[in-house]
């Protein structure tokens, strides 16, 4: 019982199908930040020229329209519609470049996933007791561990980038505006670069661990996997009920075709063919039943109360019921033998062969 009850089996196709339609996939958010941190610095430097003339001339309007215009509630409106717009498009593409990243880092992730099972409220977790053991579980101690890695990486990097720029920055009191801006974006593109950088391989590290813990809260126990199995096969119980009733009613229905049969073939007790062949119906006679032991005398019973004759040959019985099914023409190599036997038939009932 101690094997049945641990999680020692590998999650079957069905759990995972379902935890992934639940929302419960390996995934790592930290990736994510990084992807969309490391890319977001990266646009900014790709399109600091469009940025710095479309963050200036728009200053330049602001403080030009304020001296000669009287602020009103009406123009305020159209100044606040007019300066968004006006951001929209100048920010636009770095957002869609964000957008596009998170998604593809997603995709790379757990692939095409859209569920809405998430947002459903769940209100067992409202429960304090389940909250004050969350607070201390594995799962939460990891998750500090790694916020406390982060903060020392960050603060590692800004104090190392930062502490000849800091020198740098102070000597720039007689430089324009312009020198300074273009100072002030360059350090915070290398600053952000590096802490990208550095927090990548947290991310990767993360990935793995998120891996690993998914894996691990996916396993099954033996009796999970036994009970899946029946809710997906069904109970081998009531399969087994049902494949007997079906053998059941495919005799009763052969049975019942056995007095439409021209001969019965025997072996002579141990195996039972009942053979129709009427003339201008049949292209070849064809297999109506057939049997072993006791499904074999049944055969016969029928026959004999049917007034159909039975004739011995062991080889063609042997041969014809491992070969025909049920319903089926017999093959070419059988003519020569059944035909003998009809001829037989035909001359007991006075027909002409």
């Not at 074999?296 to 011995?312: L, Y």
């Amino acid at each position: 019982m101690a094997d049945d009850e641990g999680k020692t089996e590998d999650p079957t196709p069905k759990r995972i199908s379902d935890a992934r339609n639940k929302g419960q996939v390996a995934k790592s958010q930290e990736l994510n930040a990084v992807a969309v941190l490391f890319m977001g610095f990266w646009s900014i430097y790709i399109y600091r020229t469009e940025l710095y003339e479309g963050l200036t001339t728009m200053m330049r309007l602001v403080f030009q329209e304020s001296t000669r215009t009287n602020v009103s509630v009406e123009n305020f409106h159209h100044y606040c519609i007019v300066g968004g717009i006006w951001m929209i498009k100048l920010l636009g593409p770095i957002m869609a470049i964000l957008l596009v990243t998170g998604i593809v880092v997603n995709f790379l992730q757990v692939g095409w996933l859209f569920t809405t099972k998430p947002l459903v409220p769940d209100f067992t977790k409202l429960n304090p007791l389940s909250g004050i053991k969350n607070l201390f579980s594995m799962d939460k101690i990891v998750k500090l561990i790694k916020e406390v890695i982060k903060l020392t990486l960050i603060t590692a990097v800004a104090a190392y980038t930062l502490k000849d720029q800091l020198t740098i920055y102070y000597s720039m009191t007689d430089q324009t505006a312009e020198a300074i801006l273009i100072f002030i974006f360059s350090t915070i593109f290398d600053l952000g670069m590096r802490i990208a950088i550095a927090l990548l391989f947290l991310a990767v590290a993360d990935f793995i661990y998120e891996k690993y813990r998914y894996n691990k809260n996916m396993k099954m126990s033996k009796t999970e996997v036994k009970d899946e199995r029946k809710q997906s096969e069904g109970d081998p119980e009531v399969k087994g009920k049902i494949k007997s009733l079906q053998r059941e009613m495919a005799q009763r229905r052969m049975m019942s075709e056995v007095p439409k049969a021209t001969v019965v073939v025997t072996n002579p007790t141990f195996i039972a063919i009942a053979l129709r062949y009427e003339l201008g119906v049949d292209k070849a006679p064809v297999v109506l039943a057939k049997g072993k032991r006791k499904t074999a005398e049944t055969i016969r019973e029928i026959a004999k109360a049917n007034d159909i004759p039975i004739v011995e040959d062991k080889p063609l019985a042997r041969g014809m019921y491992d070969l025909i099914e049920i319903g089926e023409e017999i093959p070419k190599e059988y003519f020569s033998a059944v035909a003998e036997i009809l001829a037989y038939v035909y001359k007991l009932k006075g027909k002409a062969a």
